[in-house]
């Protein structure tokens, strides 16, 4: 398979948040980079992973079916799903393809930290 | 008709640059599906004014299932491979289903009805919604009432050097009915269906090699919080609908005497 054309940072927001910053494209290709940002993210007290999409340029659906998977991950820990940076576009995809319903859409890094620390 | 401030093009520009790279092959937002043009033979009982639903929406177990197959022996890239897939969709069927391809072909937004059967020989009219196409992939997406709730991926890519086909399902049974029906028989109907459908595209350029599957159980629980997607089950309707075949009939008759 090509390499996945995407990087992502983890750092820390808070005591009960990590925030993972997504750099480039989410496609199938992107699975184990998404999957070690999250363990990364998740280590310690960690409640919930927000993810940063300021960055996000490419997007296909099986990128989608990524965040499916990362989803149902986070839920099972008990932690819980947020994002931020998300352009018009891909509000629209989360419409479309419903993932709107679980997870949790902010305007800005402040906005998501506060409800993911408030939580 | 009005001219061009260099404003205006410094915003359009800048719209430009937003655009994303992938804005052509979603479909856009629509709250409910809209069929246009019934193929004849095609039944549009359990897709028009349905929503499109996703993973999150079903009641069963969530599966991924992946079916793949290796073209090593064609000389054909992954475009052509998507590029014949899409324009014979239907044809890779195994029979006894039937997929009323829309007219406009497999392009985002558009809506396919599909004829086929669940176990226990139930006639079902369902459809798909195309929630994704570009060159080396496109997307379906099930409405309300279908029997899973989810997508299913159809993709080609290079591997190793060679050219790779690949199916890939992310969905729950939409009800609990489905899910009893999945776990009685309609897994194994539904593998077979897509391992066969591999296979045919697979002939199409002269190869064949067996298909591969990966069944992975992402999410045990099920969701019973939707148990009354139920009231949407295109199979039951469907039933419902030749049971009251005759009845409409009669009534057509009454109405043109």
Known sequence: MPEAQVK?????????????DVQGELTAFAEGVLMDAYNQASDGQVRAIILNFEDLEY???SGIGLLVTLLIRINREKQQLLTYGLSDHYRSIFQITRLDDAIAIHDSEEEAVRAANSA | ???QTPQDETREEEK??????????WAHYAETLKVTGVAEGATNINVEGRRAVGPLQGFGKLWQKTYRVSLEDAEVTPVEVIKTWKENYKDFWPEGNLFY????GITPGEVALI???LPGGVKLSTGVMVLYADDESFSLMTPEGHPFSGWITFSSFEEEGATVAQAQVLM???DPLYELGLRMGGHKM???MWRKTLENLAAHFGVHEPVETNLLCVDPRLQWSHYRNIWHNAGIRSALYSITAPLRWRRNRVRQD
Request: without cysteine; aromatic residues 2%.
């Open chain 2, 16 to 25: 430009q640059r937003r655009e994303p790279r992938d804005a052509a092959y």
């Open chain 2, 172 to 174: 729950r049974a939409n």
């Open chain 2, 1 to 3: 008709m009005t001219e």
């Open chain 2, 101 to 104: 391809a829309p007219l406009a």
């Open chain 2, 115 to 117: 004829s086929g059967s």
């Open chain 1, 8 to 20: 992502m940072n983890v750092r820390g927001a808070g005591e009960k948040a990590s925030i993972i």
């Open chain 1, 59 to 61: 997007m296909n659906s």
């Open chain 2, 190 to 192: 539904e593998d077979e």
